[in-house]
């Protein structure tokens, strides 16, 4: 009886000080980021930490359009941002353009590595512990294998960097066509399409989803949603392009249109293009360029754009949308309007 007391006891002793340990887990704060090259073929990114622990689960990388993005969880970016405590050594800098550090939620930091070239392949993580004897502290070490020409050539294209942000997805199927194709599938479709097309002609291109997903998490606020989103831009997206179909009770109505926020004069310039190059190549009955206050729009820093691709409740451009041939022709159309926004002058 006595020992079992005991052992209960003992047991609600671990429990409390484990609940103990997770409510007080401390965050890691960034130290310092270095880029340089350990050989010819493989660069090398070390990003030093102390004041926590940190493991496997705590880091995801993604390697895209010459951008390779780093999400750790539980940590702080301390000091470190773009202007101290990131170091891209000479060795480096014919890879490495930019470095930028945000802290996109609590206890939630990015980092993201511009390269100068169109980087593919794979990512190697490790985690070293401080070496004392030799002044480092704890660090994540990320190996890049170069397999890219470092004479890419950018074309037309510069290196800008373009969101692309494929409208719902997830829980939020968007609006859905009287024959049941949904807004999320074609708004994800022609970005997919129009992300080839902009990589081929020298743009670098975030996506703010490239599945079938909720980009924040199932059921949150709408704002939390949109957030997560604007989120995905990195600091010098040089445009944003939210991707949608509209929607009506009446099957008739039907078109396309562009949104701008109210006064954005860059955004309204995007919208413009955008909407003569989806009226050339799309066919569809042209309902103008609107300014609203879309929550993308007003929360981007860089010029933002909203469109309508067509009516998905219209059953003639419901079929149009779900096509292979008329998505492949809608991403051509953005292609076009990104291509003329930063060719032909003006207010860049
Ligand atoms: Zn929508």
């Known amino acids: 009886m006595l ?15 484990a609940a103990t340990t997770t409510a007080f887990a401390k965050a890691a704060e960034l130290t310092g980021i270095t880029a340089f090259e350990l050989d010819n073929d493989i660069l090398r990114i070390e990003i030093s930490y102390s004041g926590g622990r940190l493991d496997f689960g705590n880091i995801s990388t993604e390697l895209s359009s010459g951008i390779l993005r780093v999400d750790l969880n539980n940590t702080l970016p301390g000091r470190v941002s773009r202007v101290s405590g990131t ?4 060795s480096a800098r014919e890879s490495v353009e930019k470095i930028f550090v945000n802290r996109t939620q609590e206890n939630y930091t990015r980092i993201q590595i511009h390269f100068r070239s169109m980087i593919e392949g794979d990512v190697k993580v ?13 660090r994540i070490v990320l190996d890049v294998k170069k397999n890219f020409s470092s004479d890419y050539d950018f074309g037309n294209g510069d290196g800008r960097v373009i969101v692309l942000d494929p409208g719902h997805g997830g829980s939020d199927s968007g609006a859905i066509g009287p024959s049941g194709v949904t807004e999320k599938s074609v708004s994800l479709a022609v970005s997919l399409k129009a992300q080839k097309l902009l990589i081929n002609s020298g743009y670098r291109v975030v996506m703010t989803r490239t599945t079938d997903i909720d980009v924040a998490a199932p059921g949150v606020s709408d704002a939390v949603e949109l957030q997560a989103r604007v989120d995905k831009a990195p600091p010098n997206a040089d445009i944003f392009i939210s991707v949608h179909c509209n929607a009506f009770s009446n099957t008739h109505a039907n078109g396309v249109e562009t949104y701008h926020a109210p006064g954005a004069v860059k955004g309204s310039r995007l919208a413009r293009l955008l909407n003569e190059e989806l009226e050339r190549l799309g066919g569809l009955n042209n309902r103008g360029v609107k300014a609203a206050r879309f929550y993308v729009m007003t929360h981007t820093k860089c010029p933002a754009s909203l469109i309508e691709l067509g009516f998905i409740t219209n059953p003639r451009e419901e079929q149009l949308l779900a096509s292979n041939d008329y998505q492949q022709k809608l991403a051509q159309a953005i292609t076009n309007a990104v291509n003329r926004y930063f060719n032909q002058g003006g207010f860049d």
């Open 126 to 138: 490790s985690l070293e512990p401080a070496n004392r004897s030799a002044k480092k502290s704890d």
């Open 87 to 90: 170091q891209i050594q000479s």
């Open 3 to 17: 020992k079992k007391i005991l052992t209960c006891f003992t047991l609600m002793l671990v429990l409390t000080c």
